[in-house]
């Protein structure tokens, strides 16, 4: 069974990037990652997963969960890939169109396995078999580091069910030190994790909640869009909507936090430079 929460150290050799939700933008990440001069010996690049749909290079973007400096955590959209065609490997045929075609994996962005599978011939190509077993490993929760220094990197939100109905909307460390320790979670939390957009909902209607939410370590997340990135309740969303840049809209673009300077980069389709800018994150006391 994969883990559903990976821990790793500090990187005390390196510096620790992370990118919001790539959708198969991977030239806007290629671009991010020359600015910053990044070095596959010491840094790392973390992702809040949703690798793929919608953008120009989705197999390309799985493809570097085989580069060592690379760790995502699965989103919504690998999720619904895994759904799609997961069951089918082992025997390796595929299901007829009709299922395929009505799945939400192919409803949300997923037109481009086609290129990849041949349903008619029973084919899947070995680049996305290879790819797949990748996925298929992805946690639900990256911990990062100890003490002041830890983060999390998350696809959504920490959020409870019925979020209104507790002291503390959040899962905090020790909820996610539990998980850990058991290598398990209720399936309620893991669809949370995946899909939940209540804290970004604070943001549509005005009404903010704290920055910071004491007991929970900083979480970088992604899945809910927004122009710039936001931070409530320890969660900082880092989805800036990379794939909304293609049709000249700059309003949107793909964003890469760096941990070490607390800086943010920024770029789009359709625009050459590169933004950066200081994003200071509340941490707890």
Known sequence: ????????????????????????????????????????????????????????????????????WFF???????????????EYLPTNTLPNTTDFEDSDFIYNGGEWIYKWINIENQFIATELKDALSAVFKLPLIYIVGTGESRFHVIHAELTKPNPFNHDEMVWLDSDIDQWYAE???????EQR???????MRFDAAGDYPAKVQKGLSTTFCGHS?????KQFLS????????????????DFGLSLYDVKESQCL????HQEEISVTNLFIEKIN
């Open 1 to 68: 069974m994969p883990s559903i929460i990976k821990k790793l150290p500090a990187n005390i050799h390196g510096k620790d990037y992370v990118i919001g939700d790539l959708h198969g933008c991977l030239d806007l990440l290629e671009r991010l990652l020359q600015k910053v001069n990044f070095n596959a010996q010491h840094d790392r690049l973390f992702s809040v997963g949703d690798l793929i749909d919608r953008g120009p290079y989705p197999l390309s973007c799985l493809q570097l969960l085989h580069k060592p």
């Open 235 to 250: 969660h900082v969303c880092l989805d800036t909507g990379a794939f909304m840049s293609m049709n000249g809209n700059t």
């Open 183 to 189: 290598n398990s979670i209720t399936t309620e939390v």
């Open 72 to 86: 995502a955590v699965k989103g919504n959209h690998e999720a619904m890939l895994l759904d799609c065609i997961t």
């Open 266 to 269: 920024s770029t789009a389709y």
């Open 225 to 229: 869009i927004t122009k710039t990135p």
């Open 193 to 199: 994790l995946l899909w939940s957009r209540s804290l």
